[in-house]
């Protein structure tokens, strides 16, 4: 039962936590630019390098792509967020709402300090430092709400 309900807080905060950041990253997107899309197809700049930052349009190989990594980006610390709150004592919200906030610190911090330059998001192609503060923010607050949406069900 504890494995399962390990998987089911990733799964719950990896679900609760791309919804949130995607959502912020369009609609900073579309406040800086015009262009919801420019800062999700700047993800893709993994995949496919620096002109991945130049396309404002939606697209299936840019889009597609930028939604997929940060999909994943979003369920690799969901994972950690999970992790932190079992060897924590208390399992309450405030406790993932403090692991949510640690952790997204982390994802900041490893995200532009300690990754390479070609495996950075990318938002910060398209956007400015104060628009990385909410997509970080609307990472710990999905990581929270997601550990706690599925935690509630246990009620």
């Known amino acids: 039962m ?9 799964l719950a905060a990896g679900s609760a936590a791309t919804a949130l950041t995607t959502a912020t990253i369009l609609c900073l997107g579309h406040e ?20 991945a930052a130049a396309h404002a349009e939606r697209s299936t190989k840019y889009t597609g792509t930028g939604t997929a990594l940060n999909t994943a980006a979003m369920f ?6 999970a992790g932190v709150m079992k060897m924590l004592p208390r399992q309450d919200l405030p406790s993932a709402i403090g692991a949510g906030v640690a952790v997204s610190a982390a994802a900041y911090a490893i995200d532009y300090y300690v ?18 503060f909410w997509i970080y923010s609307a990472l ?8 706690a949406a599925n935690r509630s069900r246990d009620r």
Do not use: Q, Y
């Open 2 to 10: 504890a494995a399962n309900s390990f998987a089911l807080d990733i």
């Open 32 to 51: 800086r630019d015009s262009s919801m899309w420019a800062p999700l197809n700047a993800v893709s700049h993994i995949a496919f390098g620096d002109e």
């Open 76 to 81: 690799s610390w969901a994972a950690m967020h």
């Open 115 to 132: 990754v390479p330059r070609r495996l950075t998001p990318g938002f910060e192609k398209r956007l400015s430092g104060r628009s990385l």
């Open 140 to 147: 710990a607050a999905g990581l929270a709400a997601g550990w």
